[in-house]
C-alpha cells in the first residue's frame, strides 16, 4: 500500500508538471499567433527625402512619432530592389542569400551572353532561410502582396503575385467579394505600361487590406512600386517624386485604418523600410558599345548575340561576364584596364573580391561578375549596344540605383511603430540586415545565422 501511494504521488506530480508544461507553451503559441506584424516596402524612398520636412507623408511621419524610425539605413550591395527585398526578410548578405539581379542570372554557355530569368521558383533563387520560412515553420500563418523573389513559395499562406493569377485563392476571394473585377486581373498582366503603376499600387493594396482582414496573417508583406518608376523617369527630389511619394502615404494610410478597423490595431507592429535610394541621372554609360568597338561582342543594332565578354547592367552599377572561359586569364587584366579609361566609370572592382562588398564570388554565384563597375556621379549603366557612341545623353530616365552602398544617396527609410516599439526613438543609422532580426524577435521567433542584430534600443521592455 505505502508503494502504491508513494507511486500515485510521483505519477500525480508528473501529470502536475506536464499538464502545467503543457498549458504555458499553449498559451505562449497563442499569444504569438495572435500577435502581427506588417512589413511594408515603399520602393526607391532614399532617406534624404525622408528627411526633407517639407515631405508631405503625414500617415508615415505620424507611425515614426509614435514609435522608432531612422536618419539612414544602409543598403545592400547590388543597391537593387529584388536583392534588397530579399535581405530584408533574411538579415543576411546578398553573398549568403544568393539573390544578385530582379531574377535569376543564366550563363548560357561559350560566346552567349547571360540572360535574366524573372519569375523563377523561390528555392532556385534564395538560399537562406525567409522570416516568412521560419514564421511557417513554427506554425504561425504569413502573406504577401507584390513581395518579389516568392514565386511559389510553399511557406506563404496567402499571396496576391506581381503578376496575380485569376484561379489564385486571394484573386478569387476578392473578386467574389466584388473587390475587384476579373479584367483588373488581366490588366495587371500586361504591366504598368497598360494602366501605369499608380493603378497597379492600388491593386495590391486592395490586396493586402482583403488579406489582413480576412486572413488575419502574423506577417504580411505587402509592396509598392510606382516611387521606384516615378524617381527612374523624373529623378529623385523632382515634382512628380514629392508626389509619388505623397501617394504612396496615403497607400499607408489606408493600411492602417483597415487595421484599426480589424480592432488589431493593438497587436500590430507596423515596419516600413525600402529597398534603396536614389540619385539623379545625366548621362548613360553603355559596356558593351565598348566591348564591340573592342571586338570582343558582335551583334545587329542593340542586341548582342554572340562575345567573348559581356556586360549586364543594373543602372548604377554594372557585371561584366567573360562568357569564353577559355580566355579569362587573358581577357581580366585587359578588361580592368579598357573599362578603368571609360568616361563616367569610377571604379572597376575584380569579381574575386566580391566578398569586400558583400556579395559572393564568381566561383560561388553563377551570377556574378568577373567585374564589378561604377559609375561616377551623374552617370549610369544600360544594356544597349547600338551605334559607336559610349557615353549618351540621358533621355526620358532622371535617376536610378544600383550604386555603392557607402553612398549617403543609396541610404534608405525604416520606421517600427506599434506592438512592442518604444516611442520616439530616431536612430542615427542602422543596416537593412537589422530588420529580420527584429521582426523575428516581435514575433518570439530565431532567425538562424543573421548577419545583422536585433534593433534592442527600439524594443519596449
Keep these: 500500500m505505502k508503494n502504491r501511494a508513494l507511486f500515485l504521488l510521483l505519477f500525480g506530480g508528473v501529470l502536475f508538471v506536464v499538464a502545467g508544461f503543457t498549458t504555458y507553451a499553449r498559451l505562449y503559441h497563442t499569444s504569438s499567433q495572435g500577435n502581427h506584424v506588417i512589413l511594408i516596402s515603399l520602393d526607391?524612398?532614399?532617406?534624404?527625402?525622408w528627411n526633407d520636412e517639407s515631405l508631405q507623408v503625414p500617415n508615415l511621419r505620424r507611425l515614426a512619432a509614435e514609435g522608432a524610425s531612422t536618419k539612414a539605413m544602409t543598403v545592400s550591395n547590388p543597391s537593387i530592389t529584388w536583392i534588397n527585398h530579399t535581405t530584408l526578410v533574411t538579415g543576411v548578405e546578398p553573398r549568403k542569400h544568393g539573390v544578385l539581379f530582379n531574377g535569376l542570372l543564366v550563363r548560357q554557355g561559350d560566346g552567349k551572353p547571360p540572360k535574366i530569368e524573372q519569375w523563377v521558383?523561390?528555392?532556385?533563387?534564395?538560399?537562406?532561410?525567409?522570416?516568412?520560412?521560419?514564421?511557417?515553420?513554427?506554425?504561425?500563418?504569413?502573406?504577401e502582396s507584390d513581395w518579389v523573389a516568392v514565386t511559389k513559395a510553399s511557406t506563404i499562406d496567402w499571396s496576391f503575385a506581381e503578376l496575380p493569377e485569376p484561379e489564385g485563392k486571394v484573386e478569387k476571394e476578392m473578386i467574389a467579394e466584388g473587390l475587384i473585377k476579373p479584367e483588373h486581373l488581366t490588366w495587371m498582366q500586361l504591366g504598368p505600361k497598360r494602366k501605369g503603376v499608380t493603378f497597379l499600387d492600388n491593386m495590391w493594396t486592395k490586396a493586402a487590406i482583403h488579406i489582413f482582414k480576412k486572413h488575419k496573417p502574423n506577417l504580411l508583406m505587402y509592396h509598392t512600386l510606382n516611387t521606384d518608376s516615378t524617381h527612374h523617369t523624373y529623378g529623385p527630389g523632382s515634382s512628380a517624386s514629392f508626389t509619388a511619394l505623397a501617394y504612396a502615404d496615403r497607400l499607408v494610410g489606408d493600411l492602417i485604418?483597415?487595421?484599426?478597423?480589424?480592432?488589431l490595431r493593438d497587436r500590430t507592429t507596423f515596419i516600413i523600410a525600402t529597398?534603396?535610394?536614389?540619385?539623379?541621372?545625366?548621362?548613360?554609360?553603355?559596356?558593351?558599345?565598348?566591348?564591340?568597338?573592342?571586338?570582343?561582342?558582335?551583334?545587329?543594332?542593340?542586341?548582342?548575340?554572340?562575345?567573348?565578354?559581356?556586360?549586364?547592367?543594373q543602372g548604377g552599377m554594372a557585371f561584366v561576364y567573360i562568357t569564353s572561359p577559355a580566355r579569362k586569364a587573358e581577357l581580366l587584366p585587359k578588361l580592368k584596364e579598357m573599362f578603368a579609361q571609360t568616361e563616367g566609370v569610377d571604379r572597376v572592382i575584380d569579381g574575386a573580391e566580391g566578398h569586400t562588398l558583400g556579395m559572393p564570388t564568381p566561383e560561388e554565384n553563377q551570377g556574378m561578375g568577373d567585374l564589378i563597375l561604377y559609375p561616377k556621379a551623374g552617370y549610369a549603366f544600360k544594356n544597349e549596344a547600338a551605334g559607336d557612341a559610349v557615353v549618351t545623353p540621358s533621355v526620358n530616365y532622371g535617376g536610378t540605383h544600383g550604386y555603392f552602398n557607402g553612398d549617403p544617396e543609396l541610404d534608405g527609410i525604416f520606421i517600427a511603430s506599434g506592438r512592442g516599439i518604444k516611442k520616439g526613438v530616431v536612430l542615427d543609422r542602422m543596416a537593412n540586415l537589422d530588420v529580420a532580426p527584429t521582426m523575428a524577435r516581435l514575433m518570439d521567433l530565431k532567425l538562424p545565422q543573421a548577419d545583422g542584430r536585433v534593433l534592442e534600443e527600439i524594443l519596449a521592455p
Excluded: R
Excluded at 44 to 49: S, V, Y
Excluded at 257 to 263: F, I
Excluded at 277 to 303: C, E, R
Design 44 to 49: 526607391g524612398f532614399p532617406a534624404w527625402m
Design 257 to 263: 485604418k483597415a487595421v484599426e478597423e480589424s480592432g
Design 121 to 143: 521558383d523561390k528555392t532556385k533563387l534564395v538560399f537562406a532561410p525567409t522570416i516568412y520560412d521560419i514564421a511557417h515553420e513554427n506554425g504561425l500563418t504569413t502573406a
Design 275 to 313: 529597398d534603396h535610394g536614389f540619385k539623379k541621372v545625366s548621362k548613360i554609360i553603355l559596356p558593351n558599345v565598348v566591348l564591340k568597338k573592342a571586338g570582343l561582342a558582335q551583334g545587329l543594332g542593340p542586341t548582342i548575340h554572340t562575345c567573348d565578354a559581356y556586360a549586364m547592367t
